[in-house]
């Protein structure tokens, strides 16, 4: 039997993996399971892995993850030679093998072959991510599942800096539940990093602001965390845009609806990039703006070394 596991929540993905080999009574143990990355294992070895009955169990499993060959990226070591093997073998799979492709993604090339024909012969199983509201219930529940509670405004923090990521969310649990039962907003902010973006708006703050040790102490961190100098510009660049357009399009009356639609942000974003807008006036943003295009420019002719080029730009202030 053949199953198409995809999704953009990792951990949703995991349990309902989870379930299925419980399903099947699949045990590694048991040497009735497989792993395979398409882009490590020949497409050959997969196939006659699939096409062996089970050893000493009803069924075996074999899991196959990054597929990129199912989407419009061409996979370097995948040949047509293996996608005519793949598409006889899914026509005519080994009623003992549970086949699952594993994609943690949602695109697929549905204008392939391959993908019709896994249309017809694959169950195809989605799952996304989940509503704010049942993110909180779930992540609330996980950490009273370990005899633990958290306040309010530390899980509101937690969320923030995973981004609202059920997987990303599970993982920061077990690290806070065994830190303290009782949970904190001091004990989010001091075990969970905050994410790039959160960084990255404290920068643009201190940089609006002329605050030139909380520029240094920001920038330290970005720095020990292997940030890319031109990355960090280019989302220096984004953050004061968005202070910018926030600013102008509220001087112009638009609703807040709007607002998210034109500049394509979280309306989540939306309060704390307008509250930070008031203390900005535009032509110092502009300012901002074109000082970084041409730091940019710079850097990219070879003027100044990228580092040294952000270092400077920060310490101007």
Known sequence: MNIVLYGNEELLLKQRLEKLKKQYKINEQDMNLSIYYLDETPMHVIIQDAITPPFLSEYKMIIV??????????????????????????????????????????????RKKVMKNLRKHAKFIELNQVDMHT?????????LHRDAVIDDDALDL?????????????????????????????????????????????????????????????YRDLMMTNHEPIALIGL???????????KLLDRKGYTDKEIVKMIGINPRALFPIRKNARNFQLDELERK??????????????KIDKQRGLELFLMQI
């Open 135 to 143: 993110i909180y219930k779930t992540v609330r529940e996980a950490i």
């Open 158 to 218: 937690l969320l923030d800096r995973t981004k609202g990521s059920l997987n990303e969310a599970s993982n920061q649990v077990e690290k806070l539940c065994l830190y303290s039962k009782h949970i904190t907003l001091h004990d989010v902010e001091r075990l969970v990093a905050p994410p790039l973006e959160e960084n990255v708006f404290a920068l643009t703050n201190a940089i609006m602001a002329h605050d030139l040790e909380r520029i240094t102490s920001i």
């Open 65 to 110: 993850k990054k597929p990129t060959f199912l989407t419009t990226e061409k996979q370097k070591n995948v040949t047509d030679e293996d996608i005519v093997a793949f598409n006889d073998y899914i026509a005519h799979d080994n009623p003992t093998t549970v086949f699952v492709i594993y994609h943690n993604g949602e695109k697929f090339d549905e």
């Open 236 to 246: 220096i660049a984004n953050s004061i845009r968005q202070l910018y357009q926030v």
């Open 289 to 302: 703006l074109y000082e970084l295009s041409e730091l940019d420019v710079k850097i990219k002719t070879g």
